[in-house]
């Protein structure tokens, strides 16, 4: 039998080893404090190494965190050494993102999108600075403002001929889901393939990503609890389950706990007990902590 691996910071791991819940879409570390063309803000950033492996270890064991995708790209302040140390001091295990960041965060310029394509391709064979860490997700990749730019638009191609090459999942940022949604399938990656980063309140924009076969991400941060367990019960009645992915979404210094913040467990003490509190059974709930988010990591490679 085909034994899927995950790519780890701390090298390959058994899919069917990991049991405990995944979060998949997160941030261990981060820079964004400065940017082209858009204001700078000293709260993009996290930097707290010690912190962020305290916080994980006690979900390891509280929560039974099995999994952290952190989705820091090029542009976003990635450092592959952090996150690998954090997931040996965490104990979970945590996967690293290649990909190329919202415009104003990137270094791109007039690059085709052969050239781009080659720059990821690069660090999914070679490994990510120097530090022999391999991604295993390309993004966060996508949009700053409301609609792509043709940088931005060169750069989710890219992304996507280098998922068709290395057979690794992508997950998009932007305010027009079904814009980024649109050109990543004009190239023929699988629906199943994408996880669209969304944070609108249009539930029917929601189910669009759904039935194209894409997963909707959904992070409790960045949606609030309640509109976040509004999108997650009205996909699930609609019936698409199976197509949803949910995360704590933490990104910024002040949103851990030791300054104030709710920390990664948000996700576990607030929308899991509201949607536990709407009817929603633990085999459902299992399905969008676990096997979904699984499912998309490994969906290149069946």
């Known amino acids: 039998m085909h034994e899927v691996l995950l ?32 204001d700078s803000d000293p709260y993009r950033w996290l930097d707290e190494e010690a912190s962020v492996a305290a916080e994980v270890r006690e979900l390891r064991k509280s929560g039974d965190l099995g999994l952290v995708v952190d989705l820091s790209s090029l542009g976003m302040g990635r450092d592959a050494a952090t996150l690998a140390r954090v997931a040996a001091s965490g104990r979970v295990p945590v996967i690293a993102s290649t990909g190329l960041f919202a415009e104003p965060f990137t270094e791109v310029r007039d690059e085709d999108v052969d050239e781009l394509t080659r720059q990821l391709m690069y660090e999914i064979s070679s490994g990510l600075d120097g530090t022999g860490v391999f991604p295993g997700v390309i993004g966060e990749v996508g949009t700053w403002g409301p609609e792509p730019t043709p940088r931005e638009e060169r750069c989710l191609i890219a992304a996507a001929r280098a998922a068709l090459q290395s057979r690794l999942p992508v997950a998009t940022h932007g305010k027009n889901a079904l814009a980024l949604l649109e050109i990543l399938l004009g190239e023929n990656l699988p629906g199943s393939r994408v996880a669209v980063g969304y944070a609108g309140t249009d539930l029917g924009a929601a189910r669009k990503i759904a039935e194209e076969g894409a997963y909707v991400s959904l992070s409790v941060l960045g949606l609030g609890a309640d ?20 995360s704590t979404g933490l990104s910024r210094v002040a949103q851990l706990r030791k300054y104030g913040g709710p920390g990664y467990a948000h996700l576990f003490h607030e929308l899991l007990p509201r949607l536990r509190e709407a009817g929603t059974g633990e085999d459902t709930i299992r399905l969008l902590t676990h096997d979904n988010p699984l499912r998309w990591l490994t969906s290149g490679s069946a």
């Open 227 to 246: 509109q976040a367990a509004r999108i997650v019960l009205g996909l699930i009645e609609d019936g698409h389950a199976d197509r949803l992915l949910i």
């Open 7 to 38: 790519r780890t910071v701390t090298g390959p791991v058994r899919a069917a080893a990991v049991t405990g819940a995944v979060l998949p879409h997160e941030h261990l570390r981060t820079d964004m404090r400065w940017a082209v063309g858009v």
